[in-house]
């Protein structure tokens, strides 16, 4: 088991098979869920199997190792930024319509 | 001084007109209708006597207008100051003028002559009428229009004198608007004028496209002397379109339908718009535009055919109607026909002789026929009249001298005028216009007479109520018929004085004061002058014409009677349903050749189902095609309308399908 698991962690491929099976979790946790926290944390699901793959291409392609490594710190950034303003929206929608549930906030049909 | 007083020959009745309408109510209901009538009849006085110092002046050679001269331009203001069309160098400048020479001034003689004097007569007509003041009103607004189609010097005012007259010819012809038959009349005659009305426009635009000037006496320079290759519309087309409108304002065949229709208007009207001054307008605009007409010689030929060809048509009308205004109107048809056909020969002079005599001895045969209807009490039907000369005599003796007059008679006026254009017909080779012309005399003669007979001589058939209340008209009436009978009979002499056929070596008086204006156009048609023969070929025409005359007026005289009572009335319908051939032409003459009916199958019918299929059309196929436009997005909008929920979730979706059939299909363009 430990054997196998270090010769898979030797290949690009099985970082890349994580990283598309986090975002298509994220993906769908994101599309079916009907609870707006669920579906910030989706995307950070997503955001996070994003990061992996960048990171899995800098680890395993010296030349793209630098920049690999800055745009995954960018990422990161850029997600914590989006998670903040995405809960803080969240919250004043839940004050204003007093239910955390995304399909009843339908103002944008009028 | 001509500067001043040209103006106020138009001024004047302007100022009546204006000051009538906003005040003429008010004077009729506090001092009665003969001081309403007191300020439009003064300021036509005057503008009689401004315009007679002025025509004294122009045709005696006096001040600024010399013997050969152009005449004079009074350029009042720039009216219409538009730029300059690049292509070309054209400038559309349009001036507010007048231009007066010797034509205008022979105008200005019948227009404010008669004009005076059926105004004072329809002080008397009128005094029963409550509508008085607007009568009034109308009639100023008439004058102000014709002087100013008359006097003025470019196309576009003569255009906007042109539609004034029509105007105020709708306004009096429908001046009893309460009566059907005169609403409809007014429009009839507003809507087949506005047929001409489309050529003479047109007409007036391609002068201006070839010439870049409106000035009438400029365009006519330019135009004549332009290079035919270089101009955009031939000249013989733009000369039929100007006839056009004429055709339509002097009611020419096939436009002619509706001057009889016209006589549902006051008497007074019938005689000053119907038949002395608004119809002649036509001729006036082909005489005044003759170097254009004597450069398009195919277009004189249309202009003298269709001339001659209303003449013997409305004649032939004239035989069987039974309103004596509506035998006066197809007569005024038959003499405009004339006058066209005397353009179409080429013989302008005689135009504007006929013209004038016409203007006079028709103007008293109408308001003649207008103190008839006046005396037996508004009846206008011949059948219903008959020994009305004692009792109406005044009436009767001035209309005697129109008829006369009209028949052609010498030494009353129209003898000379028709001898002239039948005269000039045969010398200048056309032999028809001649012949048919001559016809034409004959039966004028007849139908005068006919009218005569059957209004004041015979047994009387006026209704037993009336008649012992039968009464000559009101003295400003019968003044104005004296008035006019004296040139109806001097006129003719007085004109040709000093000339043919008076005196066989000098020219006539009115030919020494147009020739200036015709000079151009003679000298084009190569009309060379030649003695003139006395006991020769002109002697031979004069006594044709005469005799002619004589044969009409006698069969009249046998048929209809004269001073006498006589029961000819059945031989008269005897004769009309003789043979087939006459009865055909007495039902074709009563019904005035079916062109009421050919009009009301041609664009009523006929023209209404064109026009309703043109209708379903643009309903069904133009409006369908816009509304299906419209239709059809606002559906689709609705359709699409239906998949913008408003869910973040629905719109996620989207993004995720629409990625994954990106990255799909990536892959497959990869792998392949």
């Known amino acids: 088991m430990l054997a196998f698991l270090s010769d898979v962690s030797q290949s690009l491929d099985a970082y890349l098979i994580l990283a598309g099976v986090l975002f298509a979790i994220g993906a769908f946790g994101f599309l079916a869920r009907r609870n707006a926290i669920s579906m910030l944390m989706s995307i950070e699901l997503m955001l996070n199997a994003v990061n992996l793959a960048i990171i899995g291409f800098g680890a395993f392609k010296p030349e793209l190792n630098p920049s690999a490594s800055v745009i995954a710190l960018i990422v990161m950034a850029a997600a914590a930024a989006e998670a903040t303003i995405g809960l803080a929206i969240v919250i004043a929608i839940f004050r204003n319509r007093k239910t955390p549930l995304v399909d009843e906030y339908d103002a944008m049909r009028q | ?672």
């Not at chain 2, 029509?166 to 609403?183: D, N, P, V």
């Not at chain 2, 001339?307 to 005024?332: C, H, W």
């Open chain 2, 1 to 672: 001084m001509y500067e001043t007083l040209i103006p106020l020959i138009i001024a004047l009745p302007l100022a009546g007109f204006v000051f009538t309408t906003f005040l003429g109510r008010r004077l009729q209901m506090s001092f009665g209708r003969n001081v309403a009538a007191a300020v439009p009849l003064g300021v036509v006085i005057a503008s009689w006597i401004v315009a007679m110092v002025v025509v004294s002046a122009v045709l005696q050679h006096q001040g600024p207008f010399p013997e050969h001269g152009p005449g004079l331009d009074v350029k009042l203001w720039t009216w219409i100051p538009a730029g300059i069309d690049p292509t070309t160098g054209h400038a559309l400048t349009v001036d507010f003028g007048f231009h007066v020479d010797t034509l205008t001034a022979v105008l200005l003689i019948v227009v404010t002559t008669i004009g005076m004097l059926v105004h004072l007569y329809s002080v008397g007509y009128m005094a029963h009428d409550p509508g008085t003041w607007r009568f009034f009103a109308y009639l100023n607004l008439f004058m102000v229009s014709m002087l100013l189609l008359v006097l003025a010097d470019n196309w576009l005012l003569v255009f906007a004198g042109w539609e004034l007259v029509g105007l105020s010819s709708y306004a009096l012809i429908g001046f009893w608007y309460q009566k059907r038959s005169a609403a409809l009349a007014a429009k009839k005659a507003f809507i087949v004028n506005r047929v001409g009305d489309v050529g003479f426009a047109l007409g007036i635009m391609a002068i201006w496209v070839n010439t870049g000037t409106l000035n009438i006496q400029e365009s006519l320079a330019t135009l004549i002397e332009a290079p035919a290759a270089e101009l955009t519309v031939p000249l013989s087309i733009i000369a039929l379109l100007v006839f056009a409108g004429a055709m339509g304002k002097s009611a020419q065949f096939p436009l002619h339908v509706w001057l009889p229709d016209a006589m549902e208007g006051p008497t007074p009207v019938s005689a000053l718009i119907h038949a002395a001054t608004m119809v002649n307008a036509g001729v006036y605009l082909v005489a005044r535009a003759n170097p254009l007409f004597a450069h398009a010689q195919d277009a004189m030929v249309v202009v003298a055919a269709i001339g001659i060809f209303t003449a013997i048509l409305a004649a032939s009308i004239a035989f069987t109607q039974t309103d004596i205004k509506r035998v006066l109107a197809y007569s005024t048809l038959s003499q405009l026909g004339y006058m066209f056909a005397a353009l179409g020969v080429g013989a302008f002079v005689a135009a504007i002789f006929h013209l004038m005599t016409h203007g006079f001895f028709k103007g008293l045969l109408f308001l003649g026929s207008g103190s008839v209807i006046h005396a037996v009490h508004e009846e206008q039907d011949m059948n219903r009249m008959g020994g009305l000369w004692r009792k109406i005599p005044i009436t009767h003796w001035t209309m005697l001298v129109g008829t006369i007059a009209i028949a052609g008679i010498p030494p009353l006026a129209g003898f000379f005028s028709k001898d002239e254009i039948l005269g000039e017909a045969f010398k200048f080779g056309f032999t028809w216009v001649w012949a048919i012309g001559l016809l034409v005399a004959a039966m004028t003669a007849f139908y005068m007479w006919r009218l005569m007979g059957k209004t004041f001589y015979g047994e009387s058939r006026v209704d037993p109520h009336v008649e012992p209340k039968v009464h000559e008209s009101a003295w400003t009436m019968t003044l104005s018929l004296v008035l006019l009978a004296i040139p109806s009979a001097l006129l003719g002499l007085a004109l040709t004085w000093g000339g043919p056929p008076l005196s066989p070596d000098g020219t006539g008086l009115l030919k020494g004061w147009l020739e200036p204006v015709f000079r151009g156009a003679e000298e084009a048609l190569h009309h060379e002058a030649h003695a003139y023969e006395l006991f020769g070929i002109d002697g031979i025409l004069i006594l044709a014409s005469v005799a002619v005359a004589t044969l009409g007026l006698v069969a009249g005289i046998a048929l209809f009677g004269f001073f006498r009572a006589r029961g000819l009335r059945a031989t008269a319908d005897r004769i009309a349903g003789a043979t087939r051939v006459t009865r055909f032409l007495y039902r074709a003459s009563l019904n005035k050749w079916w062109f009421d009916e050919l009009n009301d199958l041609l664009f009523i019918r006929i023209g209404g189902r064109v026009a309703a299929f043109l209708w379903w059309f643009d309903r069904t196929i133009v409006d369908g095609t816009v509304n299906g436009v419209g239709a059809l997005t606002r559906d689709a909008g609705g359709g699409l309308r239906r998949i913008q929920t408003g869910r973040v979730q629905n719109y996620a979706l989207g993004i995720a399908i629409g990625l994954i059939v990106m990255a799909g299909s990536f892959l497959v363009i990869v792998s392949r």
